[in-house]
């Protein structure tokens, strides 16, 4: 009965969500949309922070398996398939749900303090991409920054996030970690300006761009590019 109710308190919330935005999402509108009083809520989530932060796991979750779903579609010897179609699934997922994108990957709210829920399914769906990229790197061998030109501040960083994500294999190198960053932050910077249709006004349609992006991005990494649809 519990689950239940968990579920459906957050199924409310995330209809608030898409029709709203991330500051829509109300405990009392929840309530009195389900017959329940406010009180009775918080037996359930102590704040909205606590439910948005339930709800965000979930997305997460949702993400990850979407993007999961697609790349084990293809035969997993097919590395650059599954990187391109990874990549593009996640921004399939991104402009189908952008109220739900811009919850996970918006403006952080004042409390900043990390969840474990969060923290968890956001490193389950970081996990899909890491492994493809550590695969790329058995794989192939293609440039990498020299270790000696990385700024030591930028470097304790990198060590920083290999530990917190787990994010460490006898592949990864500094240079390496410097290449999945800088790779990563050009293609969802990019879908993140389409979520926010912050290049509306110069392109009525995004996904030319954004393919040629993969391809300038994936080209030296040794991925051969695949239009979408091909092989």
Not at 23 to 40: D, E, F, H, N, Y
Not at 124 to 144: G, I, N, V, Y
Request: hydrophobic fraction near 45%.
């Amino acid at each position: 009965m519990r689950e239940a109710t968990l579920a459906e308190i957050k199924e409310n919330a995330r209809r608030q969500l898409a029709e709203q935005g991330p500051g829509g999402v109300s405990l009392r509108a929840i309530a009195r949309g389900m017959g329940m009083t406010a009180p009775g809520l918080y037996r359930y989530f102590s704040s909205i922070g606590d439910l948005l932060n339930a709800l965000k796991a979930d997305l997460f979750t949702e993400l990850a398996e979407a993007v999961e779903g697609a790349s084990s579609a293809l035969p997993a010897e097919d590395t650059d398939g599954r990187i391109l179609t990874s990549l593009r699934a996640f921004r399939t997922w991104a402009l189908a749900n952008r109220p739900e994108f811009a919850l996970l990957f918006g403006m952080p709210g004042p409390d900043r303090a990390p969840d474990v829920r969060v923290l968890e399914a956001g490193r389950h769906f970081a996990a899909t991409f890491f492994a493809l990229f550590d695969r790329l790197l058995e794989e192939r061998r293609f440039a990498l920054p020299a270790e000696e030109g990385i700024p030591p501040a930028l470097r304790v960083q990198l060590d920083a996030f290999a530990t917190e994500t787990g994010f460490a294999t006898d592949n990864v190198s500094y240079g390496a970690l410097r290449v999945l960053l800088s790779s990563w932050v050009r293609l969802y910077g990019l879908v993140c300006m389409e979520v926010f249709d912050h290049l509306s006004l110069i392109l009525g349609d995004m996904e030319p761009l954004f393919e040629a992006e993969l391809q300038e991005v994936l080209t030296p990494l040794g991925v051969a590019y695949r239009a979408p649809g091909e092989g």
